[in-house]
């Protein structure tokens, strides 16, 4: 993971400004592919183009060296629709979200950037959890000529939402088919196999990048470094946050991970209690839809709120019946597809996680190896609006907390504010400055962590 030095700060950048989005990314390859380029392209800028006053390469040369902020002006002064895309990925960048999309939805019939427009929208939404309304949109994407790659990029984030995740892993499949080097595709697939537990195929999908020699974002190497640490692997670890931290010294997020790894590295850890808690937590985590179940069976489920293994053997068999529609048949259905993986319902009675049953069942000296399970989805006041049903995606953390927040179940603000720090420093990995990062999104909603 080392970086090519050939950029200098006389390089005449933006000769050629990008007319189109292909010509953007291209322009922001050169500027990320190492420290040397982005500071020339830094001071091309403070050089040459604001005392030109064009606030389009003004905009363009600060957006793609990494300053959203001062680019955003420049942008927001343009005409062209380039710039007005831009301009709203500037301000999704600074976490404005709810200014880019009326930003990217005045551009959805242009004819040079209106299918991006509308992936990005796309994207955009369903990261916000506003999908409602979205289904025709892969079919538009079409019409407006978009890639075939793009197409599927946007068909598994439509998936992933609904909660298929092995329709969106599958799709994203295709996306990486029509072309290997869709970063977007690429980035989601191996998060999402990292999270199914896949890891050895998402690191591969990591290191695509740096083992073809193509740009490498931070995005890529933060989530390369903590899937590394999940393994153990914290050497290498390490690396990857030493590389993001030569190519931008003030990340403090890369920073601070480095000192995670680092004192990871110091830790001993019983490799053998570790896969075996891997291995339950897996198990609790997985859909009922993987099963084949009737349509009936399946539909109850559903209006009941039971989504996962862990879900199910919280309830008992009277639960089940007293739901409507729901008779013995399917409830001789739900028993097999838990005896095939050693389950049972009724497992974690009483409101106890079904993480402590296995505990228990397992005996006191395991007790510790394993974590709750997902639990239901739980409903905060009476108003819709309450913050505290956002959905934990919302708050825009690192992977290294999403992925804690998944292996708990965890989905929504309420439910992580009814969580204890105890449990959440439980988690693999899961170290203090996951949970300052928390803590403080929470203080930010006026909120708070159990206890």
């Known amino acids: 993971m080392t970086e090519a030095t050939t950029a200098t700060a006389d390089r005449a950048w933006l000769a050629a400004p990008p007319a189109d989005w292909n010509g953007w990314i291209a322009l922001v390859n050169e500027a990320t592919a190492n420290r040397n380029a982005r500071e020339s392209l830094r001071t091309f800028v403070a050089n040459h183009l ?30 062209d ?55 025709g949109e892969t079919a538009t ?13 946007a068909e598994g984030l439509l998936a992933e939402a609904q ?29 999402r196999l990292d999270l199914e537990g896949e890891d050895d195929e998402a690191v591969a999908l990591y290191r695509w990048a740096l083992d073809n020699h193509k740009t490498v974002h931070v ?8 899937l590394y640490e999940d393994r153990d692997e914290h050497d290498a670890a390490a690396r990857c946050f030493r590389t993001v931290l030569t190519a931008d010294p003030q990340n403090d997020r890369a920073r601070r991970y480095l000192a995670d790894a680092e004192a990871s590295r110091r830790q001993f850890y019983d490799e053998t209690r570790e896969r075996k808690a891997d291995l339950q937590n897996a198990v609790l985590r997985i859909p009922v839809t993987d099963f084949e179940l009737s349509v009936r069976a399946r539909n109850c489920l559903q209006r009941m709120n039971i989504h996962t293994l862990g879900d199910l053997i919280c309830r008992s068999e009277a639960e089940l019946l007293a ?6 048949t399917s409830l001789q259905e739900v028993k097999d597809i838990l005896a095939i993986k050693g389950l049972r319902l009724g497992m974690a009675p009483g409101g106890r996680s079904s993480g402590q ?56 603000v309420g439910e992580l504010c009814e969580t204890p720090e105890e449990t959440l420093l439980s988690c693999k990995n899961f170290g203090q400055t996951s949970l300052i990062e928390i803590k403080n999104k929470l203080k930010d909603l006026g909120l708070s962590l159990a206890g």
């Open 50 to 79: 604001d005392a030109a006053k064009d606030h389009r390469l003004c905009g363009l040369g600060l957006l793609a060296s990494g300053e959203p902020g001062l680019a955003l002006p420049h942008l927001q002064a343009t005409e």
């Open 81 to 135: 629709d380039l710039g007005k895309l831009l301009c709203g990925v500037a301000l999704e960048q600074l976490g404005r979200t709810q200014e880019a999309l009326p930003v990217f939805a005045t551009l959805l019939k242009s004819r040079s950037v209106g299918a991006r427009a509308r992936l990005l929208r796309l994207a955009l939404l369903v990261r916000t959890g506003q999908v409602d309304g979205l289904q």
């Open 141 to 153: 994407l079409k019409e407006q000529g978009a890639a075939p790659a793009d197409v599927a990029w």
């Open 163 to 191: 909660g298929d995740h092995p329709g969106a892993i599958a799709t994203w499949r295709v996306a990486l088919q029509h072309d290997p080097g869709h970063v977007e595709a690429r980035f989601r697939l191996a998060y």
């Open 219 to 226: 995005g890529v190497l933060m989530n390369l470094g903590a």
């Open 323 to 328: 739901f409507k529609n729901f008779g013995e």
């Open 357 to 412: 049953v296995l505990a228990d069942s397992l005996g006191e000296d395991e007790e510790e190896d394993v974590l709750a399970a997902p639990r239901p989805k739980k409903v905060f006041g009476d108003d819709p609006s309450d913050v505290r049903n956002k959905g934990v995606a919302e708050l825009d953390l690192s992977v290294r907390s999403r992925a804690a927040l998944a292996t708990l179940g965890l989905t929504t």
